[in-house]
């Protein structure tokens, strides 16, 4: 099977998600710079929404990248990840909406831990369809703390927020920081092979 | 005629479609917990729905794969299939914001069974555009008892909602789980020649 | 220059029209059925639209297959297109919700009107990339009728629309009607040829 | 890397943009023509938008046609251009309701600005991983007047936007009407190549 129509199909669903985000910002009423004000911590969850959405779609062509077969199982943990990163829209309108109020900004971080989780299985399903872990995919992976890491700093943060919203909000971005130069150890293992 | 620009225009359109179920879900206003509550029943009939355009993306994709050749009646067949599915956010919105009320739930129904019928002319479409019924594709379909059932059942259910929506829920779940294991008929054949 | 990434653009476009155009029908509040009375109309004219842009797709598709070449004229025709397709939604909605009043309906008719003339340059310019007047794609246009009836009709149904819309309506279906077997003289020639 | 997919996901994110910008125009509730006064501003800003966002589609579309490789860099810089690239509906559709007023007429013309920022690291990104000054991308780009001038006068419309709305309009239309035939310099280069 090829993985051809994978690759467009996410593509369609992961464009369509990061251009959905930027409708949760709703046009002010008023002509006056102080009517975007509202508007302020909304743009705030967006920017990072987007840096999210991107490092999980240019983490996604890596791998696909990287593999040359996909199966029906590939296939159903892909639309399980994409379902995941298809609630971010929601997850950010209601954190920006509420001014990152502690709830939203839990949930938020709910859907991010989820969408980490579900990558776990997606990736699994691909090594195992690309010769599994004698495979060039599982030695790049072989010490994959940032995918060990990131869901117990989700978990912690979720946990925080109901301390301070703020410790959340740091760590959301200390691991989209931490993700944003998330290719290297493929292409390196590529370029040395 | 190729068959690249229909599996990119239906992924498109079903990209679309997946993405755009969840702008029914609304952000809610209020910080709190509980204003999740009412979005629960919307997210349950957006899962639901999310899971069945999974499978028709993932029945759309093996079909074509295993066909070579496309014409102007698939074409069309196609659109037909796409127009019933593009009636799922509108059928999924409904049903969610009334709380699984009976009309909405037999029209979600109506919806499931419509796109079920286009489903029937696109297959016969594609394998009279691939050999006929000495085909590959006519062969694997040869005892194809789930594309029997699921349309009745379907329509068990719409009757079924006026007595209790639970019933008619639990039918379009069995019909769901019945499919998530769609692609092994057209998989094995596929190995086995 | 490719003539794929003119088409995938194109397809991205159509697609999220298409499925742009169904948001167009609000999800009513109440859970009787009497609640889909108002949709009804917009329904409607949602299905007109639907096939007009399946229409303009199917044709887009086939020109685009029977060319082999794109460039600066071609893109920017392909957009003009674009832009009165994109204006779909927007006049299906104001249609369907005033219930086809005369001058929403006179306006429906305009944006149909300038994607039939928005579709000449087009045209024209894959005409004129693909070998000019002797091309295949100018034979089998020689004998265009339905592209110099449509604008005509097009016309009269606008004026129309103000002494009853059901004219006009019944034109538009007319039209539709007349395209919905729109490949057979590419097709037909790229089979001789 | 292949660009393969870059493109697509650009295509896909851009085909959204431009067809949500639509979405802005909200449907008028009236059936009179006096209805659509209201949203004449808003189309104006759209077609100024749907310009500005076919001309960044075709220049993208160009520019990758013209490079064979693309690496992470490439990756990130696109993703930052598709960021500004999707504040245009938001943009666009605050101008537009409020009928030109200063602010978010200076407002549009910064979203402008920062997107012909973002363009500069993205070509730069594209030049340097292919083949860097010696190649006939950059040899092409020698003098590029248009892309030194545009964020100048962007930055000055923002300016003169506090004077007249007027005067910003006009520079936007001018700069767009400048790019309007922006592919000659590559095209010619290629075609002398």
Known sequence: MGKGRLEAFSDG???VIITVLVL??????????????PVLPVFLSYVLSFVYVGIYWANHHHFLHASQHVNG?????????????SLFPFAT???????????PVAVYGLVLLMAALAWR??????IAANG???SLLAHALARDWKGVASPLLYAAAIG?????????GLLYIAV???????????ETRLTRA
Do not use: T
């Open 73 to 85: 199982r590939v296939l159903w943990a892909n639309l399980h990840l994409l379902f995941w990163l």
């Open 176 to 186: 989209a920081v931490m993700w944003l130069v998330p290719d290297r150890r493929i």
């Open 121 to 126: 299985p997606f990736q699994s399903a691909l």
């Open 160 to 168: 925080l927020a109901f301390i301070h919203p703020a410790i959340a």
């Open 13 to 15: 669903v992961i464009a």
């Open 132 to 134: 599994g872990s004698e």
């Open 93 to 103: 309108g209601w954190m920006g909406e509420n001014h990152f109020a502690p709830v």
């Open 24 to 37: 949760e910002m709703k046009v002010p009423h008023g002509p006056e710079l102080q009517a975007l004000a």
